[in-house]
Structures are given as structure tokens and as C-alpha cells.
């Protein structure tokens, strides 16, 4: 039989086929035999149902999630194979230069070459730190000088020598290493850090201040026009303020003419190349926003006390005089208090790159439910690593500044200011095992809300601008390359538990009584 024969065939199958259906529902005996073939024929010619399963969808999204999850291997693995590639790159050179090293001269002659690299090494990086910013070091080193017998004798007994890394500011990515601890000995010293104590010299008297207030307060705006008085006619300073409080002092006063503001954003990008110094009335809040005014390099931060708790503002208002007479002439203590620098990729973005603009936050970022009846969904990430899915109300991630805020109330534990590192504490996590967790510094961490969320994600930095996540949309946060220098009343310490005992009256109890029984 032909193809054609049997495509007529097969189109007198499905004509029976579908006249019988006709038959059956009613529509044999209303219409004749050539109408019936002719709706039959167009029954035939019509396209397929467009109707789409809803368990296809489903599987659509999570085929979506799996592509995603898998181009963030993809780049783990090409970013590991770098890494891996320069290290083995250095561990070449380094094999290379131990070979010349070997074929030198006399023992004595070996040690003083080497003696000149380690002083190389530290030129090179003083002057890494002096263009990049802060980056304190220390190279380790023996401090025994030894005759050549003794030398030799031990030269058997000795550790093979190696060499540590540590990380700068500066590069392309905000990072690069290079080498700062040099030594025979095989005992690894913790080198000089961040942590310890911070002074501040100035190099020149100190010239512009900016005064921030809280809005709306009686004493400090009386307290404003007195400092700007004493600073300007006593200490000859330029002083700056914000719109705001410029029409307060002029409102009350033509005297302050000279007080100096801005006009647009613009100009604010700016502040940080003008003001030596700022001056925080107010409470934590009063430096919350100081902060937030300054995208970049922040000028020291003097905050003074009057607001509630005041966890970040040591000096006292009354003593305001001594206290600036005492910055002014430094040196001075500080906290760098690390900031987080947040961004968000919604689901439409091409790439990893294509982010909202970045914004920085000195306590916290919070993602929580908003208005949603539903537990919030969130994929948690650390550098590529999967952490965690968190289901609850939601995800705080903290700076150590911010540990006695949010996260504190949340579960999360009182850290020291000056300690580096990330807080990942959950809000009302939906599982008794979920505890926080405290992250380095280094780390950058990524919240996803996947496909399969039953509900929007809302998130806030310092508790404004806040931001609604879809399915599909990230947030990630690492810590941000310009801290919040803040004067010390004493020094860090001293602040920050003078702070916990007299703002949260932390283990504070009646003390036992002293009878009953004793041992003997």
C-alpha cells in the first residue's frame, strides 16, 4: 500500500473517530453528512490545548535553581583552579630561589643575603601600608645572635623556614598579599593586628569639625549653638553643620553666619576631603546616621552622650570643653568599628555584577517575612560554601559593633568592637538546633531566596531603606573596606564594658550574703 493510501486511510479513521463522538453527544441527527465531515475537518486543523501543567512549571523553576546553583560551581571550581595555579606559580619561584640560595658561598655569607631580603621585605611593605591605609604587621625573626660553630651545629636541628601571608588593602578586588613574616624558626607568633589598641596623632592642628544632631531636642540644640560658639571663637575652627541645624542657629541668632553647610548630595560625597573631625550629638542613633552619610573614607567620629543607652557615645556632654581640648590636642584612642557593604542581585540580573547600588551599615542588615503569614525561605552561602537553609522570621547578619543591638535581643552573643568578624544570628529560627554563628572577616556571605519560597523576603540595613526580595534575589554582604574610626573616652575596652555594665546592667545581682556556713 502507498503512503498516500494509507494517509487517507488514517484520516477516515480519525473522521469515524470523531463522527462517533459527535454520535454520542448529540450532534448526529441536527446536522447533515457534509457539515458534520466539514466540522470534523476543522476540529482537525486546530492546534493543541495551551494549557500548562502546574507541576511543569514547578519543575521549570527548579531546573531554573539547579542552572543557578551549578554556574556557581562552575565558578568556585575556576576561581579554586586560580588560586591553585598562582600558588603552585609562588611555590616554583620559591623552590628556585632555595636552589641559588644553596650554591652560594660560605654559610655566614648565605645568612647575610638573607638578612638583606627580610629588610627588603619590610621596606616593601611599609609602603604598601602607607599607600593603601591601615595594614599592620609584624616580621618575626630570632633575636639570638650566635657564633658560626653554634650556627653550623644547629643548622641540622633547625625547622624548615616558610613564609606567612597577610592581606592588605588595595588591589583590583579590594585585597592583595603580599609577604610580611619571614622567618627560620618554625613557630608561628600571632602578628600585629587590628585588634590591638588604635592611637591616633594629628600631623596638623585640626581645622573643619562637622557637628551632627538629633532633630528635634531642645538641650542638644541649645548645647549646638554653644559648642559652635566655643569652637569657632575660642579654638578658631571652621565648623559645618547640616541644613537643618544652620536654620535653627540663624533662626535663633544672625551670629552664625558663618557656619558653614552643603547644598546637594554631591557635596556630601565630598565631606570627607574638608572635615578633620566629627562631632555626634545625640545618641547611637546620631551615629548611625553619621555613618551612613559617608560612602567611602570616614573622618574620627567624637560621640557625645545624649540619648538612652549609648553604647557608642563615652563622653559626657557637660564635660564637652576638656573632652575636644583633649582630641584636639591627641593622641587620642580609637575603635575602627567595621561596617558591612551590602548588595543586592535581583533574578533578572545578566551576571554577579550587575548589582543596586551598594550600601554600607554599621550595626546590622535584617531579612525577616515583612507582612507574610509564611516562614521566611532563605539559601544561605559562604564564600560558594552551602551553610545553611534558614526557616523562621528571619536572618540577622551583624558587625561586632552591632552585637548589643538587634542581634543581641535575637540570641546573639555581646562581642568586642574591635574583634573582626561577621555575626549569622537567626530570628525565631523554626528548629531548636539552629544557633548563631560567628564568621570571619574576610568571608562574603550570600542570601538567596529560592524558587520554591511560599512569600517575600524583606530586608533593612540599620533598620531603614528597606528593600522587598522576590524569589530569585540575593543580598550579599562582606565587610567593607572603610571602618568607622570612633574616639575613646579611655580605650576600647574600657568603653565597651562600662557600656554593657552601666547600658544593660549585664550580671548585675545583690551580692551572697556572708553568713552561714563556712568550710573549715
Given at each position: 500500500?502507498?503512503?498516500?493510501?494509507?494517509?487517507?486511510?488514517?484520516?477516515?479513521?480519525?473522521?469515524?473517530?470523531?463522527?462517533?463522538?459527535?454520535q454520542n453527544?448529540?450532534?448526529?441527527?441536527s446536522?447533515?453528512p457534509?457539515?458534520?465531515?466539514?466540522?470534523?475537518?476543522?476540529?482537525l486543523?486546530q492546534p493543541?490545548s495551551?494549557?500548562?501543567?502546574?507541576?511543569?512549571?514547578?519543575?521549570?523553576?527548579?531546573?531554573?535553581?539547579?542552572?543557578k546553583?551549578?554556574?556557581r560551581?562552575?565558578?568556585g571550581?575556576?576561581?579554586?583552579?586560580?588560586?591553585?595555579?598562582?600558588?603552585?606559580?609562588?611555590?616554583?619561584?620559591?623552590?628556585?630561589?632555595?636552589?641559588?640560595?644553596?650554591?652560594k658561598?660560605?654559610?655566614?655569607?648565605?645568612l647575610?643575603?638573607?638578612?638583606?631580603?627580610?629588610?627588603?621585605?619590610?621596606?616593601?611593605?611599609?609602603?604598601?601600608?602607607?599607600?593603601?591605609?591601615?595594614?599592620?604587621?609584624?616580621?618575626?625573626?630570632?633575636?639570638?645572635?650566635?657564633?658560626?660553630?653554634?650556627f653550623?651545629?644547629?643548622?641540622?636541628m633547625?625547622?624548615a623556614?616558610?613564609?606567612?601571608l597577610?592581606?592588605?588593602?588595595?588591589?583590583?578586588?579590594?585585597?592583595h598579599?603580599?609577604?610580611?613574616?619571614?622567618?627560620?624558626?618554625?613557630?608561628?607568633?600571632?602578628?600585629?593586628r587590628?585588634?590591638?589598641?588604635?592611637?591616633?596623632?594629628?600631623?596638623s592642628?585640626?581645622?573643619?569639625?562637622?557637628?551632627?544632631t538629633?532633630?528635634?531636642?531642645?538641650p542638644v540644640?541649645?548645647?549646638c549653638?554653644?559648642?559652635?560658639?566655643?569652637?569657632?571663637?575660642?579654638?578658631?575652627?571652621?565648623?559645618?553643620?547640616?541644613?537643618?541645624?544652620?536654620?535653627?542657629?540663624?533662626?535663633?541668632?544672625?551670629?552664625?553666619?558663618f557656619?558653614q553647610?552643603?547644598e546637594?548630595?554631591?557635596?556630601?560625597?565630598?565631606l570627607?576631603?574638608?572635615v578633620?573631625?566629627?562631632?555626634?550629638l545625640?545618641?547611637?542613633?546620631?551615629v548611625?546616621?553619621?555613618?551612613s552619610?559617608f560612602?567611602?573614607?570616614?573622618?574620627p567620629?567624637?560621640?557625645?552622650?545624649?540619648?538612652?543607652?549609648?553604647f557608642?557615645?563615652?563622653?559626657?556632654?557637660?564635660?564637652?570643653?576638656?573632652?575636644?581640648?583633649?582630641?584636639?590636642?591627641?593622641?587620642?584612642?580609637?575603635t575602627?568599628r567595621?561596617?558591612?557593604q551590602?548588595?543586592?542581585?535581583?533574578?533578572?540580573?545578566?551576571?554577579?555584577?550587575?548589582?543596586?547600588?551598594?550600601?554600607?551599615?554599621?550595626n546590622?542588615?535584617?531579612?525577616d517575612?515583612?507582612?507574610?503569614?509564611y516562614?521566611?525561605?532563605?539559601e544561605?552561602?559562604?564564600?560558594?560554601?552551602?551553610v545553611?537553609?534558614?526557616?523562621?522570621?528571619?536572618?540577622?547578619l551583624?558587625?561586632?559593633?552591632?552585637?548589643?543591638?538587634?542581634?543581641?535581643a535575637?540570641g546573639?552573643?555581646?562581642?568586642h568592637?574591635q574583634?573582626?568578624?561577621?555575626?549569622?544570628?537567626?530570628?525565631c529560627?523554626?528548629?531548636?538546633?539552629?544557633?548563631?554563628?560567628?564568621l570571619?572577616?574576610?568571608?562574603t556571605?550570600?542570601?538567596?531566596?529560592?524558587?520554591?519560597?511560599?512569600?517575600?523576603?524583606?530586608?533593612?540595613?540599620?533598620?531603614?531603606?528597606?528593600?522587598?526580595?522576590?524569589a530569585?534575589?540575593?543580598?550579599?554582604?562582606?565587610?567593607?573596606?572603610?571602618?568607622?574610626?570612633?574616639?575613646c573616652?579611655v580605650?576600647?575596652?574600657?568603653?565597651?564594658?562600662?557600656?554593657i555594665?552601666?547600658?544593660?546592667?549585664?550580671?548585675?545581682r545583690k551580692p551572697q550574703?556572708?553568713?552561714g556556713?563556712?568550710?573549715?
Amino acid at each position: 500500500m502507498s503512503d498516500q493510501a494509507t494517509q487517507v486511510s488514517s484520516n477516515k479513521e480519525k473522521v469515524n473517530v470523531v463522527g462517533t463522538h459527535l454520535q454520542n453527544n448529540g450532534y448526529h441527527d441536527s446536522l447533515p453528512p457534509y457539515d458534520s465531515e466539514k466540522m470534523i475537518k476543522e476540529f482537525l486543523r486546530q492546534p493543541p490545548s495551551k494549557a500548562v501543567d502546574e507541576n511543569l512549571l514547578e519543575f521549570s523553576e527548579a531546573m531554573r535553581s539547579v542552572a543557578k546553583a551549578l554556574r556557581r560551581v562552575s565558578e568556585g571550581k575556576a576561581s579554586a583552579q586560580a588560586e591553585a595555579a598562582e600558588w603552585k606559580r609562588k611555590y616554583e619561584l620559591e623552590r628556585e630561589k632555595n636552589l641559588q640560595q644553596k650554591h652560594k658561598g660560605e654559610v655566614t655569607e648565605g645568612l647575610q643575603n638573607h638578612s638583606d631580603q627580610e629588610n627588603s621585605s619590610i621596606e616593601q611593605t611599609d609602603k604598601c601600608c602607607g599607600k593603601h591605609g591601615i595594614c599592620s604587621h609584624e616580621v618575626l625573626r630570632d633575636d639570638i645572635m650566635v657564633s658560626k660553630t653554634k650556627f653550623i651545629h644547629d643548622l641540622a636541628m633547625r625547622k624548615a623556614p616558610f613564609k606567612l601571608l597577610w592581606g592588605c588593602n588595595g588591589g583590583k578586588n579590594g585585597q592583595h598579599k603580599h609577604d610580611v613574616v619571614s622567618f627560620e624558626k618554625g613557630n608561628i607568633t600571632a602578628a600585629a593586628r587590628s585588634s590591638k589598641q588604635i592611637s591616633l596623632k594629628w600631623e596638623s592642628h585640626p581645622q573643619t569639625v562637622l557637628i551632627l544632631t538629633k532633630p528635634n531636642s531642645t538641650p542638644v540644640r541649645v548645647l549646638c549653638a554653644e559648642m559652635v560658639r566655643w569652637l569657632k571663637d575660642i579654638k578658631k575652627i571652621d565648623v559645618i553643620v547640616e541644613p537643618r541645624v544652620k536654620a535653627e542657629l540663624l533662626a535663633e541668632n544672625s551670629y552664625f553666619n558663618f557656619v558653614q553647610t552643603w547644598e546637594d548630595d554631591d557635596e556630601i560625597l565630598l565631606l570627607h576631603t574638608k572635615v578633620d573631625l566629627i562631632i555626634t550629638l545625640g545618641g547611637d542613633g546620631t551615629v548611625l546616621w553619621a555613618a551612613s552619610m559617608f560612602k567611602g573614607p570616614v573622618p574620627p567620629v567624637v560621640p557625645f552622650s545624649l540619648g538612652s543607652l549609648g553604647f557608642m557615645t563615652p563622653f559626657q556632654s557637660e564635660l564637652y570643653r576638656d573632652s575636644l581640648d583633649t582630641i584636639l590636642r591627641g593622641p587620642i584612642s580609637i575603635t575602627l568599628r567595621h561596617r558591612l557593604q551590602c548588595h543586592v542581585i535581583r533574578e533578572s540580573a545578566k551576571d554577579e555584577l550587575d548589582t543596586e547600588d551598594p550600601i554600607l551599615v554599621l550595626n546590622e542588615v535584617t531579612i525577616d517575612r515583612g507582612m507574610s503569614s509564611y516562614l521566611t525561605l532563605l539559601e544561605c552561602y559562604c564564600d560558594n560554601s552551602f551553610v545553611t537553609c534558614v526557616q523562621g522570621d528571619g536572618l540577622i547578619l551583624s558587625t561586632t559593633s552591632g552585637s548589643t543591638a538587634y542581634s543581641l535581643a535575637a540570641g546573639g552573643s555581646m562581642v568586642h568592637p574591635q574583634v573582626p568578624g561577621i555575626l549569622f544570628t537567626p530570628i525565631c529560627p523554626h528548629s531548636l538546633s539552629f544557633r548563631p554563628l560567628i564568621l570571619p572577616e574576610h568571608v562574603t556571605l550570600r542570601v538567596q531566596v529560592p524558587f520554591n519560597s511560599r512569600g517575600h523576603a524583606w530586608a533593612s540595613f540599620d533598620g531603614k531603606d528597606r528593600k522587598q526580595l522576590s524569589a530569585g534575589d540575593a543580598l550579599i554582604c562582606s565587610i567593607a573596606p572603610w571602618p568607622v574610626p570612633t574616639a575613646c573616652l579611655v580605650d576600647s575596652t574600657n568603653d565597651f564594658l562600662r557600656s554593657i555594665h552601666e547600658g544593660l546592667h549585664w550580671n548585675l545581682r545583690k551580692p551572697q550574703s556572708s553568713d552561714g556556713p563556712r568550710d573549715h
